[in-house]
């Protein structure tokens, strides 16, 4: 019964993104979609039940030995009592009290995940691309094939998808990586999707240059500090950037707007983004309630609340205190897995690492922040918790550090030679008469 059970708490990833993906098969026809909502609900509802209770039952023993990152719990309660308190002042108080409580609990579950051993979250992430590769394989043949997707899943949905096999196959050491790169990379090129092709260049610019570049310096405070002025220097400079990246993808990709369906792309985001900025303006501090977006009247009066970006969704849900709180997470989050990979930490650390830096674009022009049903956004959450605890340096620059230290041992120990010219190979203190000068 045991190595049953060991074998059933390590199928958490992989019961998730089953869950979630399956109810993508029935998305044949146009019609279909709104009977998926309906269904898709309840499977993503049990997927996040599997990984809370797997995750939680796989890491009760070693959870004991881990050591609390006090000042990331303070952060993170600090967020999570913020998103409570709106429930004063939400426009649906109800929901938001349900999703604070659900977000602690997955988050709770998303830091006792990362107490597991590195080789079994490896395994579990490996498992996890082949249930993500398997579905899409499986979806491409019930599903009729039209531009850039299967059936009626959003393009981009798809692509977010690949780019979790990406991450995930990162870690991996085994040649079975080079397929899950290859297949996710084919996937992302029939999708069309700019955003997550921006978000994959950063991804390998970040293993092949940064996580070189911090294991060599191993002081990342000024890395840190020059990446914060890149990402101000980008937020001040939004819309050209956007407008900048919208070229270079299209021509990497070889599309247009116009050729991939009217509306679609950055077509149209500057509108929901102008229309969200107008909406926060009644509440800028504090925000409509977490996972509101807006007062009901105005849905009902058919005002369109999804700013299709994270960041304003954010705003709109908790205000600018709120996201103030989340950037500082954010940064916090970044710095501690870069300190980590200038330690010398496994691969999971430097894929968590640049998920974080890739992030930066879906977070300014995809809707989800903090979902707990899509892709990138779970695995957002499941980075988040990787810093809550301590974990074993086992990198190779650890261990060489550490293997040194034991050689020095070794030879002060004296390793069979005298340690003082003169003295024996047994002399030790009181047994051997060493001859003054």
């Known amino acids: 019964m045991k190595p049953l059970l060991a074998w059933t708490t390590q199928q958490a990833l992989a019961a998730y993104f089953l869950l979630i993906m399956l109810p993508l098969s029935?998305?044949?026809?146009?019609?279909?979609?709104?009977?998926?909502?309906?269904?898709?609900?309840?499977?993503?509802?049990?997927?996040?039940?599997?990984?809370?209770?797997?995750?939680?039952?796989?890491?009760?023993?070693?959870?004991?030995?881990?050591?609390?990152d006090t000042n990331y719990l303070l952060l993170w309660s600090g967020f999570c009592l913020w998103c409570l308190l709106s429930v004063t002042w939400s426009a649906d108080p109800q929901k938001t009290l349900i999703y604070t409580i659900l977000f602690a609990v997955i988050m709770t579950a998303s830091a006792l995940y990362w107490t597991r051993s590195p080789d079994v979250i490896r395994r579990e992430m490996t498992q996890a691309c082949l249930v993500i590769l398997v579905l899409l394989a499986v979806l491409a043949v019930l599903l009729p094939i039209r531009a850039r997707t299967f059936g009626w899943i959003t393009p981009n949905l798809l692509a977010h998808f690949a780019l979790v096999v990406m991450v995930f196959a990162s870690t991996l050491t085994s040649r079975i990586r080079l397929a899950f790169f290859a297949l996710a990379l084919i996937v992302i090129g029939f999708t069309q999707s700019r955003t997550i092709l921006i978000s994959l260049f950063i991804f390998w610019c970040s293993l092949w240059l940064v996580v070189p570049f911090l294991r060599r310096v191993r002081n990342v405070t000024v890395p840190a500090l020059l990446g914060l002025f890149v990402l101000l220097a980008g937020v001040m400079s939004f819309e050209p950037l956007v407008e900048i990246a919208q070229d270079v993808s299209s021509r990497a990709l070889g599309v247009s707007?116009?050729?991939?369906?009217?509306?679609?792309?950055?077509?149209?985001?500057?509108?929901?983004?102008?229309?969200?900025?107008?909406?926060?303006?009644?509440?800028?501090?504090t925000g409509y309630g977490f996972r509101t977006r807006t007062e009901k009247s105005l849905i009902e009066g058919n005002v369109f609340s999804n700013a299709h970006s994270g960041a304003i969704n954010l705003a709109l849900?908790?205000?600018?205190?709120?996201?103030?709180?989340?950037?500082?997470?954010?940064?916090?989050?970044?710095?501690?897995?870069?300190?980590?990979?200038?330690?010398?930490?496994?691969?999971?650390?430097?894929?968590?690492?640049?998920?974080?830096?890739?992030?930066?674009?879906?977070?300014?022009?995809?809707?989800?922040?903090?979902?707990?049903?899509?892709p990138t956004s779970f695995l957002l959450i499941l980075a988040f918790g990787g810093i809550f605890f301590h974990r074993q340096n086992t990198g190779p620059a650890s261990l060489a550090r550490a293997s040194g230290v034991r050689g020095q041992a070794?030879?002060?120990?004296?390793?069979?030679?005298?340690?003082?010219?003169?003295?024996?190979?047994?002399?030790?203190?009181?047994?051997?008469r060493q001859t003054r000068p």
């Open 257 to 285: 707007d116009e050729g991939r369906l009217s509306g679609s792309g950055f077509t149209g985001r500057s509108d929901h983004w102008s229309n969200g900025l107008r909406l926060l303006q009644e509440r800028e501090l």
């Open 26 to 68: 029935a998305l044949a026809r146009y019609a279909d979609t709104f009977r998926y909502s309906q269904v898709s609900t309840r499977f993503q509802i049990i997927g996040v039940v599997l990984f809370v209770g797997l995750g939680v039952l796989g890491s009760l023993k070693r959870f004991r030995r881990a050591r609390l």
């Open 410 to 432: 070794h030879l002060l120990r004296g390793a069979g030679r005298p340690a003082v010219p003169g003295a024996s190979a047994r002399s030790g203190p009181g047994r051997d």
């Open 317 to 374: 849900d908790v205000g600018l205190l709120g996201l103030a709180l989340y950037a500082l997470i954010f940064v916090y989050t970044l710095v501690a897995y870069a300190r980590r990979v200038a330690l010398g930490r496994d691969g999971l650390d430097a894929a968590m690492f640049s998920f974080l830096l890739c992030y930066a674009p879906i977070f300014v022009s995809e809707p989800n922040y903090l979902s707990f049903a899509h």
